[in-house]
């Protein structure tokens, strides 16, 4: 298997699960609806969770007579197929409801409480503790790579006086007196007109999206860049690997072999920045853009075009311009050794 070393050989885990098969079709379309599934019920998996709505199912169809919940439910026909269903809908919000109230807990408490940042770790204070005796829980149930985006707090939106009273501050050094002076004057302007406005429209744009500024710093300070890329943005990659043979193919190979695997950890939502990441306390909504997203040049204005898992990388060598396709469906592919 592949091994990262240390300068003293110790071995360390790989970030990313090592796969020797490309996925299919079929195989993709389940992992992804499993992840679904695994991310909307988060922190129950599915399989227990479904595993409890047959158990429910099963109580409901003995006590179908009794059942408080099944005469509030409408009767949809008196044919075995609507009594199945009536069953299934009873069993399903049964079962839902807690699972509903515990993420509703997580999203209001656990993940939006931040106090913890701010104490002294040896004395945390009684919340603090309450927080880690919580996270201590979900290590149970790890999250996958996108389990815990939906239960993420918005962005909020800073109020306009601290903004504008920040940015004086980090500007006070740079400027001399008058034209700081200056400066203040049009701050206060823009507090007492414009300000107010553009405030307001922030603050409704922010309640129809997680994070009102990803659009637009993706487009405006992103794809409207008209400098050059390569020496603008982070395009370079540098291997981590000590005892290899540092030849220029070798270690283009393992590059490509690792961000194979990086690849196809991310698309399954089991690469290792679920623990980089906190368990979850972060977004990792951003690493679908990692691999198979093209920026496409415009006059004015790039846009991204996303595309499936590639199985191919391109290589720019001596002026030319080359696909090299790396795995076949059928062919299994074999993990390097160090």
């Given at each position: ?149 939906a239960l993420l707090p918005s962005l909020p939106v800073p109020e306009l006086e601290d903004t ?158 080359y696909r090299v396709d790396l795995v076949h469906e059928r062919i299994k592919f074999t993990p390097?050794?160090?």
């Amino acid at each position: 298997n592949l091994t990262m070393t240390n300068s003293e050989k110790k071995p360390v885990r790989p970030p990313f699960p090592l796969y020797t098969k490309f996925p299919s079709m079929i195989e993709r379309a389940a992992y992804k609806l499993y992840n679904y599934l695994d991310n909307s019920l988060y922190p129950v998996r599915p399989f227990y969770f479904g595993a409890a709505v047959a158990v429910s199912a099963a109580f409901f169809s003995r006590v179908e007579q009794r059942s408080v919940l099944l005469k509030i439910i409408p009767k949809l026909g008196e044919s075995s197929a609507a009594q199945y269903l009536r069953v299934g809908a009873a069993s399903f919000t049964v079962v839902y409801l807690p699972v509903f109230v515990t993420r509703f807990f997580l999203r209001h408490f656990y993940f939006k409480y931040k106090r913890w940042l701010f104490e002294n770790p040896k004395k945390p204070s009684t919340m603090t503790k309450v927080w880690g005796m919580v996270r201590s829980l979900l290590s149970l149930s790890p999250p996958r790579l996108n389990s815990c985006d939906a239960l993420l707090p918005s962005l909020p939106v800073p109020e306009l006086e601290d903004t504008v009273q920040r940015y004086l501050e980090s500007i006070r050094h740079l400027h001399s007196k008058e034209e700081l002076a200056a400066i203040e004057k049009m701050a206060d302007d823009f507090l007492q007109g414009e300000g107010r406005k553009l405030q307001w429209i922030t603050k409704i744009y922010s309640l129809f999206t997680d994070n009102y500024v990803t659009g637009f710093w993706e487009k405006y300070a992103y794809l409207y860049g008209r400098s050059p890329l390569l020496n603008n943005s982070s395009v370079a990659h540098v291997d981590l690997f000590v005892h290899i043979p540092a030849t220029q193919a070798s270690r283009a190979a393992h590059i490509v072999y690792c961000e194979f695997l990086n690849q196809l950890a991310i698309d399954r939502q089991t690469s290792a920045p679920v623990s980089t990441l906190g368990q979850g306390l972060m977004c990792a909504n951003h690493y679908e853009k990692v691999f198979a997203v093209t920026r496409v040049p415009g006059e004015k204005m790039d846009h991204l075009e996303r595309h499936s898992i590639s199985k191919h990388v391109i290589v720019l060598h001596g002026g030319g311009i080359y696909r090299v396709d790396l795995v076949h469906e059928r062919i299994k592919f074999t993990p390097l050794t160090s």
